[in-house]
């Protein structure tokens, strides 16, 4: 991407899929080549729906899940989102897990994948300065929207609907992204992969600022099943990533490198 010394044009798209609605703003670029790549990440959204959806029996996730296909017989998708949900396990050390209920189930890992890949493709268009995809409140970011001012991203506050708990900028980062997981949209919905049961929790929500949306989805969801303490010790470690934890009684913990991100 390049950064012109003019306020660049803006594309803007929003496209229900996945459940939920991925909402882009593109800067710069020849707007006909940035449409045509806006239309093929698009499409790269709906396939990924098609490849991975536990809602369709036609899947290819489904079919694995049933024994009706192995890795080596699934597109090279399939095979890719599940050696990254292999590491992101390794890494969170069970943490993170593709099971639910017994059953192969990568969703917590798809959408961050997809939104990433959907912003990288757009990215590279010649002339583009800046992206931002938002898939149903976790955001990947890339380069910056005008020259001097970074794209930011408002955090909600679980506990005051219509609040925001923080504000993150990407200042000085070419690629930054913000992941949530909590119970104030969705309810009680993150598996313990422990007892394969719902989390039992203090927090409400894990916000995770990290350069990819793939890693900060799941880093999210693995903080938000281990409660504050074990996950605020964790993700202390975690290269490059920094993270808000809001606990049920209203008491916020962060990272060290947190405030750095906050603008």
């Known amino acids: 991407m390049t950064g012109p010394a003019q306020t660049p044009a803006a594309v803007r798209h929003a496209e229900e899929v996945m459940g939920t ?21 698009v499409a790269g959204l ?34 890719e ?52 995809v938002n898939g149903g409140g976790d955001v990947q970011m890339l380069g910056a929207p005008e020259p001097r001012r970074p794209w930011r991203v408002g955090v909600a506050d679980p506990l005051r609907p219509g609040g925001l708990a923080a504000v993150i900028s ?9 992941a949530t997981s909590g119970t104030a949209e969705r309810g009680t919905h993150i598996i313990d992969p422990r007892t394969g049961r719902p989390a039992v929790t203090d927090l409400v929500a894990v916000t995770v600022v990290a350069p990819r949306l793939t890693w900060a989805d799941c880093w999210a969801t693995a903080a938000f099943a281990m409660g504050s303490r074990t996950a605020l010790t964790w993700l202390e470690y975690l290269p490059d990533t920094e993270a808000l934890l809001i606990t049920a009684g209203d008491e ?3 990272t060290a490198g947190l405030p750095t991100k906050l603008g």
């Open 170 to 178: 990407a200042a000085g980062a070419e690629e930054l992204s913000v």
């Open 252 to 254: 916020v913990r962060c």
């Open 21 to 41: 609605v991925f909402s882009f703003d593109v800067r710069g670029g020849e707007p006909s080549a940035v449409r045509a790549a806006l239309a093929e990440a």
């Open 46 to 79: 709906h396939r990924a729906d098609t490849l991975f959806s536990t809602y369709r029996e036609d899947s290819e996730v489904s079919r694995l899940a049933r024994g009706e296909l192995d890795v080596a017989r699934c597109t090279p998708e399939v095979a």
């Open 81 to 132: 989102v599940l050696e990254l949900a292999a590491e992101a396990e390794r890494v969170s050390e069970g943490w993170f897990s593709t099971l639910y209920q017994g059953s192969l189930d990568p969703t917590g890992i798809v959408k961050g994948w997809a939104a990433e890949r959907a912003a990288r493709l757009i990215g590279a268009v010649e002339g583009v300065c800046g992206v931002s």
